[in-house]
């Protein structure tokens, strides 16, 4: 059974950056596909990165790029997301997710095993 813990979340200021942490289980995360995703207040789930690293992709959203990064630690098990230059419309709830296949453009009905997500608030 694969199961995925969300971590890392916080207060940051605009501008600064924060580390979340996708520990997971169940399944080799470096022959898997993970994705992070976001709900803001009000707004619909979104895709934010997906990487497959077997294969060296990775994808972003165009809202995220070139400030966040994501990257798998195979001794660890776990997938980071990095958030750099953070602004205030980056306010959400973040969740990882896995898929058997690929990134689908980051779809959230593509990914099939969820975790519980963690909170990033920005804000002065």
């Known amino acids: 059974q694969v199961q995925l813990v969300e971590s890392g979340g916080g207060l940051a200021q605009p501008g600064g950056s924060l580390r979340l942490s996708c520990a997971v289980s169940?399944?080799?995360?470096?022959?898997?596909?993970i994705g992070w995703f976001r709900r803001g207040s009000g707004k619909e789930r979104e895709g934010v990165a997906c990487?497959?690293?077997?294969?060296?992709?990775?994808l972003y959203a165009d809202s995220v790029k070139g400030r966040f990064a994501i990257s798998v630690d195979s001794a660890s098990n776990t997938v980071y997301l990095d958030l750099n230059d953070l602004k205030p419309e980056d306010t959400a709830v973040y969740y990882c997710?896995?898929?058997?296949?690929?990134?689908?453009?980051?779809?959230?009905?593509?990914?099939?095993?969820w975790g519980w997500g963690t909170q990033v608030t920005v804000s002065l």
């Open positions: 990487i497959e690293d077997r294969y060296g992709i990775t």
């Open positions: 169940g399944i080799r995360a470096d022959y898997s596909v």
């Open positions: 997710a896995q898929n058997s296949g690929d990134c689908y453009g980051i779809r959230p009905s593509f990914f099939t095993a």
